[in-house]
């Protein structure tokens, strides 16, 4: 069965730490994204990726970084945490050739 | 930016009744998505409709779009109470590579 997965699901960070969220999948897709989502705000995209070292911005990039080292890896970094990114991160990935996504269960961060 | 917005945004009935969730876009559109989030999870996608299909099916499902009234309709039949979820509609951003989504409807199916 073809995954996204987002190893942590749960994740509680100090303000102004770094925060690494990880997310990895098996099925060779070129595009990879990093959505948050808030109650009453729906899903916001914050980056994506369509190529092994390439990534462009979304709509709510400011105070994230991403990383695309490897094909199959998408790292979502906040270089300083700050209470107002507790969220629900997820990340999705998508073949080139088709247009559905396949969605990770989601990290849910909170930023204390 | 959000493409699609759906209505309601909550929507509670009976297991064994129909349950119809609209989605309201603003822009020309090649295709439109239906997705399932299951709380506290990933979402999970259930159908695609191209924008020279007026109707599709799948399972229980039925999906009408109107491109005239840039609209979309989600109608699960004979709903079961695991179809208790969110429902998103998604269409594709400017850049092409990217869905925007909207904010779902909740619904609610109890026994």
């Known amino acids: 069965d073809v995954k996204v997965t987002q190893s942590l699901r749960y994740l509680v960070k100090r303000t102004g730490e770094k925060v690494f969220l990880e997310c990895v999948q098996d099925?060779?897709?070129?595009?990879m994204f990093w959505y948050r989502q808030d109650p009453g705000l729906g899903l916001r995209l914050i980056y994506f990726?369509?190529?092994?070292?390439?990534?462009e911005k979304g709509d709510i990039p400011e105070g994230y970084s991403v990383s695309r080292e490897k094909k199959e890896r998408f790292s979502l970094i906040l270089e300083s945490a700050s209470t107002n990114q507790t969220s629900m991160y997820l990340c999705?990935?998508?073949?080139?050739?088709?247009?559905?996504?396949?969605f990770g269960s989601g990290t849910r961060l909170t930023v204390v | 930016s959000q493409q699609g917005e759906e209505d309601p945004q909550a929507l509670s009935i009976q297991e064994g009744e129909n349950a119809t969730m609209n989605c309201s876009y603003k822009?020309?559109?090649?295709?439109l998505q239906w997705y399932r989030q299951n709380s506290g999870r990933g979402l999970v996608h259930l159908i695609l409709?191209?924008?020279?299909?007026r109707e599709k099916h799948s399972g229980r499902l039925r999906v009408t779009l109107d491109t005239s009234k840039k609209s979309s309709s989600l109608l699960i039949t004979a709903s079961r109470a695991a179809d208790t979820a969110s429902y998103f509609c998604?269409?594709?951003?400017?850049?092409?590579?990217?869905?925007?989504f909207g904010k779902g409807t909740s619904l609610l199916v109890t026994p």
């Open positions: 998604a269409t594709w951003a400017n850049s092409g590579y990217a869905l925007n």
């Open positions: 990726s369509y190529d092994v070292k390439m990534k």
């Open positions: 099925m060779d897709h070129e595009n």
């Open positions: 999705a990935s998508r073949s080139g050739g088709s247009y559905g996504y396949t």
């Open positions: 409709i191209r924008s020279n299909e």
């Open positions: 822009t020309s559109i090649n295709n």
